[in-house]
Antibody
Framework: QVQLVQSGAEVKKPGASVKISCKAS????????MHWVRQAPGQGLEWMGR????????NYAQKFQDWVTMTSDTSISTAYLELRRLRSDDAAVYYC?????????WGQGTMVTVSS | EIQMTQSPSSLSASVGDRVTITCRAS??????LHWYQHKPGEAPNLLIY???NLESGVPSRFSGSGSGTDFTLTISSLQPEDFATYYC?????????FGQGTKVEIK
């Protein structure tokens, strides 16, 4: 079954870090870019960046450049999103999504709550 | 960065209505434009890729058109399960960018 399964919800304090996982199954993990998209409460979809699991190469949206890291482990077909120095406005649902152009397969989303 | 602007931001419609949503890019994206449906509590779902291609499994009442800077998503006869928020997204260049969304509500 072709799917992306993300790790569970996280609750973090401001200034902390969080690492979300996205496990791929049913397809060749290295054949597609993996993107990360977030949706804050009441807001629209926001593209954060992408990783090429084959090369490890990344592209980030400028606003995430300095505090987000995308990685992958091809041995277990898993992509990771690490967010550092969390702020209250980073509270959102974070999605991984597969695609070269259109994003045709999405994870179920991981909710990150940031609260003191 | 390419800006994507959707209109309207929201609309009210009845079951059976024809609904049209537009998406305008701040510069040409050729046909690298895709449409998604997003319902609360669910992952977004790809409807149309490359401006006018229906994704497998998506009902034929959905269609897309356009190229360059101006694009349209049409739902020919709105069904109860179509009430959701719709987003366009360009993949012509990075950063990939989404429109702000169009919420389709029940009249």
């Amino acid at each position: 079954q072709v799917q992306l399964v993300q790790s569970g919800a996280e609750v973090k304090k401001p200034g902390a870090s969080v690492k979300i996982s996205c496990k791929a199954s049913g397809y060749t993990f290295t054949a597609y870019y993996m993107h990360w998209v977030r949706q804050a409460p009441g807001q629209g979809l926001e593209w954060m960046g992408r990783i090429n699991p084959n090369s490890g190469g990344t592209n980030y949206a400028q606003k995430f450049q300095d505090w987000v890291t995308m990685t992958s482990d091809t041995s277990i077909s898993t992509a990771y999103l690490e967010l550092r120095r969390l702020r209250s406005d980073d509270a959102a649902v974070y999605y991984c999504a597969r695609g070269e152009n259109a994003l045709d397969l999405w994870g179920q989303g991981t909710m990150v709550t940031v609260s003191s | 960065e390419i800006q994507m602007t959707q209109s309207p931001s929201s609309l009210s419609a009845s079951v059976g209505d024809r609904v049209t949503i537009t998406c305008r890019a701040s510069q040409s994206v050729s046909i690298y434009l895709h449409w998604y449906q997003h319902k609360p509590g669910e992952a977004p779902n790809l409807l149309i890729y490359a401006a006018s291609n229906l994704e497998s499994g998506v009902p034929s009442r959905f269609s897309g058109s356009g190229s360059g800077t101006d694009f349209t998503l049409t739902i020919s006869s709105l069904q109860p399960e179509d009430f959701a928020t719709y987003y366009c997204q360009q993949s012509y260049t990075t950063p990939r960018t989404f429109g702000q969304g169009t919420k389709v509500e029940i009249k």
